[in-house]
């Protein structure tokens, strides 16, 4: 694990860029693992900047995202389509067909996920982006998710809804439910970028760093990814 401590949010939202600009300028075709969340929002914010200004182009790139809610569909202000499509896509000039997020409103909710699941056997991100629940959850894996897991439909803990309930008039409107990501499919990206910011994640990522590698804490299987990379704040980092 490489754990790179910054001073705040802003500079590490500056390393995360570094590591996604140098990868597109590198690989025009890559595949990013995405997330939504506030951990990469200003990390979205310079990749538009830098597309705006020339640097980078998204039109060979390949979106994966992580998670969806079930239910909401993607013109639902608090769906992560939505999340995604204001934060980045709408303003770069990545191709529709080649942006993938499950889709959380597909009536058959199996057969969803069997099909994402394929998806992510044929596109295997070259970095895959992680933000860290309080929890130590990556993607919506809950503590105790199997680290063999593939893409599945997951009943979220009251501890996610409450922290996600903020995005939210109430807490009632917040989804039960979400597809995601398995964690076996998250450790078979090339790279990982995990970011942490703020003292809320300071416990979570003392854990995913130093502690034992159990499913209780989701993330600490990443101590077992070869190309880990952790870019946290130094509040987040406070604890180690
Ligand atoms: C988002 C996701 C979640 C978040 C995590 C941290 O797609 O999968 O695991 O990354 O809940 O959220 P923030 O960044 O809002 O603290």
Redesign the pocket.
């Known amino acids: 694990m490489k754990i790179t401590v910054t001073k705040d949010y802003d500079d590490m939202s500056k390393a995360a860029a570094e590591i996604i600009i140098s990868q597109l300028k590198k690989k025009p075709d890559s595949v990013l693992g995405l997330?939504?969340?506030?951990?990469?929002l200003g990390l979205y914010k310079l990749l538009i900047e830098a597309y705006k200004k020339g640097e980078i182009s998204f039109a060979q790139a390949q979106t994966v995202?992580?998670?969806e809610y079930v239910g909401l569909k993607p013109s639902h202000s608090q769906s992560?389509a939505y999340f995604m499509h204001t934060n980045l896509f709408d303003h770069v000039d990545i191709l529709p067909q080649n942006v993938h997020i499950p889709q959380g409103f597909a009536e058959n909710l199996s057969a969803e996920c069997a099909s994402y699941s394929k998806l992510l056997g044929r596109l295997k991100p070259d970095i895959q982006l992680?933000?860290?629940?309080s929890n130590g959850?990556?993607?919506?894996n809950e503590p105790n998710s199997a680290f063999s897991g593939t893409t599945h439909l997951v009943n979220l803990t009251e501890s996610?809804v409450k922290?996600?309930s903020r995005l939210f008039d109430d807490i009632s409107q917040v989804p039960r439910q979400a597809i995601?990501m398995g964690i076996a499919e998250i450790m078979s990206a090339k790279s990982i970028l995990l970011?942490a910011n703020g003292t809320k994640?300071a416990q979570a990522i003392l854990k995913t760093v130093k502690g034992e590698i159990s499913e209780s804490c989701p993330a600490s299987i990443l101590q077992r990814h070869p190309n880990c990379n952790l870019v946290i704040d130094e509040a987040a980092a406070a604890l180690l």
Do not use: E, V, W
Request: charged share 10%.
């Open positions: 997330a939504t969340g506030t951990s990469p995202n992580l998670d992560y992680l933000g860290i629940g959850h990556i993607g919506f996610t922290d996600n995601t970011l994640k």
